[in-house]
Each structure stands twice: as C-alpha cells, then as structure tokens.
C-alpha cells in the first residue's frame, strides 16, 4: 500500500509503498484511511521540524488526522463494526507514568509518549491502519463529512474542558460546568481550525463569541464565526489591549494565535476572576516586549489563570463527535466549510508546503468518503 513518508529532521517526504498491516491481536482494529487533515505540525515536520521515527526505522509515515472506514475486526472488538466510520487517537502512554496508565496520555508526565504520525509511532498517510480498540473513536454516519475535523475539534475540547474545570472547581459562583458558559463573553484570538471549532464548542455551551484575527471581515473565516452567531473583531482596526474595553467582563480567552506578543497583549482584555488558555505554539522567530511585572500584578489582583493545553483524551474525542453532530443539527453544513480544499493524497508535495491564503483546512483523500 501507499504511505507519505518522511526522514525526520530533513525536507524528505515521499510517497512509498509500505506492507499493508493487518489484524494481530483481538482488540485490533483495521480501518480503511478515507481522509487525512493537514495541521502546521505536518508543515513543520514537511519542513525539517519536530518529528521522530519509530525506534529502528529511518522514516516516519505522517498523519495524524484521521477518518477512516472499520474493515476489520478482531474477534473481541464490540464498539465497531465493519463499514462504520472512526478514527484513531494520536498519542499513545509512556507505559511509566500514573497519568499514561490511567488512558491519560495526554497529560503524560515523562515525555516518554509516542504520538501517531508525530513522533515515534508511524501515522495515517496511507491506505490502512490497524490499532486497539482502545484508541478507537467511532463516528456517526451523519457526521462523515466532518469527521476528519474530529481531533483538532478535541483539541478544543481539551482546552475549554480545562478552563471551565480550573473556574467551576474555584469560584464561588461557578455552580457546575455544563452552564458556566452560558451568556458569557469569550474571545477566542485566531480564527484557523482550532479557533473556529472553538468557537463551535463555545457557542454550543451559549457563550457570547467574539473572535480576533487579522483578515478582511468579508473573507471566509469571519463569515463562518458569524454565521455560528459570533462577532468578528478586526485585529487590524482594534488594538488587542482595547478589545477588554469593547467587550466588559470577558470570562475566558481562547488563544489559537501563536503569536507571543498578541497572546500577552490580549490578558489585558480578560475580566475579573477570568480564565485564558493558551493553544498555540509560539514561534521563537518574532522578539516579544512584555511589561513582566504589569503581567504578574494583574494576575494576581484580578485573580486570573492562566493554562496551556495540549493533545487530549478519549473523553475530549467523544465531545468532539457529539459536538460536531450537535452542531450539525444547528448550522447546517456550516462545518462543511471549514474544509477548504480536499485533494487527492497524490497531492500531498504540495498540500504540505504550501498554505494557501483562503485555506482553513486543508484535508488529503485516500479513498472515497
Ligand atoms: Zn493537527
Ligand atoms: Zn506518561
């Protein structure tokens, strides 16, 4: 079968052919890849970055965005069936820590983990991927058409999951996490796929989104944050440390920038008692002015937190489908234009290189839907 595969830390990706892998144990389970997306993370390692090939091999079979199509099972396996849709997390434990072993790989302690297509463990760039029931994610065969949109969706949900958690286990007024959301204001900074999706999340929780980026207010991200009922904030016109100013009280900021300076600029924005969570990687490329001690002040007398979030748990990949059909339900196809540009995996030089200017996501098939 075919694979894209790449030599980690080198411009080496091609298309090779791999054996096809198949059912070995019986919790196994083989699926057909049917779509594959494409994150910046793909474009670092594409680009020389942060990758690693499984122990003993030279090269790494990318991916780790997955939908795929059960084919096979083995015989313990009782989640899925033949022709249901699913996918497969990314990360798997370190097989040390407390937080591994309790499925938590997402908050691994060591750093010893593997995640699939990323680091040490080959990914879903190819025909077919057979992995443990465990690791399964079944999807709804309504959804299929998003469903490739599942894991950066958990990604999201991970983080929001967080940050309600940190602010219902700590103020007084924060009575259970399912309505703290509800009528608040929230600003989620960059509106690209984790944004949006989001912002998805956050209005399916009846939160008031407001959300910045830097493009025309005509242009498609804009267009799909209002049509989910959030309001656009022209980053362009409004300066970031004003936008507090524009929208009182803001209880959560949601950060999918990766840009150091905007993600300090912006905690001036939060309000009282608020909670920020960090998502994207800042690049180092890009030198940062911050007033240290200003920071720490309003930390500590506005009593806000601040948390990164990274990766997520099966539990975060089952909200992220729920949602997804939740908000299916209620927009429509609106989801459906997140996905910018499908191509065939052929494709896949120039999906991993470039990044066109109209693009939210851009999603590699493998096989028909
Ligand atoms: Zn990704
Ligand atoms: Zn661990």
């Known amino acids: 079968m075919k694979a894209v595969v790449l030599v980690p830390g080198t411009t080496d990706v091609q298309l090779q052919e791999r054996p096809e892998p198949s059912i070995g144990a019986a919790d196994d389970v083989k699926l057909q890849v049917l779509?594959?997306?494409?994150?910046?993370?793909?474009?670092?390692?594409?680009?020389?970055?942060?990758?690693?090939?499984?122990?003993?091999?030279?090269?790494?079979?990318?991916?780790?965005?997955?939908l795929g199509r059960v084919v096979e099972t083995g015989t313990a396996v009782r989640s899925v069936r033949a022709g249901d849709y699913a996918l497969f997390t990314v990360r798997r434990g370190c097989g040390h820590c407390p937080n591994c072993a309790a499925h938590r790989s997402d908050m691994c302690t060591t750093g010893g983990y593997a995640d699939r297509g990323i680091r040490l463990r080959d990914g879903y760039h190819t025909e077919f991927v057979v992995d443990s029931e465990a690791y399964l994610v079944r999807v709804p065969p309504g959804s299929?058409?998003?469903?490739v949109l599942t894991e950066p969706m958990s990604v999201a949900e991970?983080?929001?999951?967080?940050?309600?958690?940190?602010q219902v286990g700590r103020l007084p007024d924060a009575t259970d996490a399912a309505s703290w959301l509800s009528g608040k204001n929230v600003l989620v900074a960059g509106l690209g796929p984790i944004g949006l999706l989001a912002a998805v999340a956050?209005?399916?929780?009846?939160?008031?989104?407001?959300?910045?980026?830097?493009?025309?207010?005509g242009s498609i991200r804009p267009r799909i944050l209002e049509r989910l009922g959030g309001t656009y904030v022209d980053g362009r016109q409004v300066d970031p440390r004003a936008v507090g100013e524009q929208f009182p009280q803001i209880g959560l900021i949601f950060e999918a920038t990766g840009v150091a300076q905007l993600e300090f600029d912006l905690l001036s924005a939060l309000?009282?008692?608020?909670?920020?969570?960090?998502?994207?990687?800042?690049?180092?490329?890009r030198p940062t002015t911050v007033d240290g001690a200003l920071?720490?002040?309003?930390?500590?007398?506005?009593?806000?937190?601040?948390?990164?979030?990274?990766?997520?748990?099966?539990?975060?990949?089952?909200?992220?489908?729920?949602?997804?059909?939740?908000?299916?339900?209620?927009?429509?196809?609106?989801?459906g234009a997140l996905i910018t540009h499908r191509l065939p995996y052929t494709a896949f030089a120039d999906a991993l290189s470039h990044h066109p200017p109209d693009e939210i996501k851009t999603v590699l098939e493998w096989s028909a839907l």
Request: charged residues 20%.
């Open 202 to 217: 956050l209005r399916l929780r009846g939160a008031n989104v407001h959300g910045l980026d830097v493009v025309d207010p």
């Open 271 to 285: 309000g009282a008692n608020g909670a920020y969570v960090l998502t994207g990687l800042a690049g180092g490329d």
């Open 35 to 66: 779509e594959v997306g494409i994150c910046g993370t793909d474009r670092e390692e594409a680009a020389g970055g942060r990758a690693a090939a499984p122990p003993g091999q030279r090269d790494l079979v990318m991916g780790h965005e997955l």
């Open 158 to 166: 991970k983080a929001i999951d967080e940050a309600v958690g940190i």
């Open 144 to 147: 299929a058409s998003v469903g």
């Open 295 to 335: 920071l720490m002040r309003t930390l500590v007398l506005r009593n806000q937190v601040m948390v990164g979030s990274v990766n997520a748990s099966q539990r975060h990949f089952a909200l992220a489908v729920a949602d997804l059909e939740r908000a299916k339900g209620q927009w429509g196809d609106t989801l």
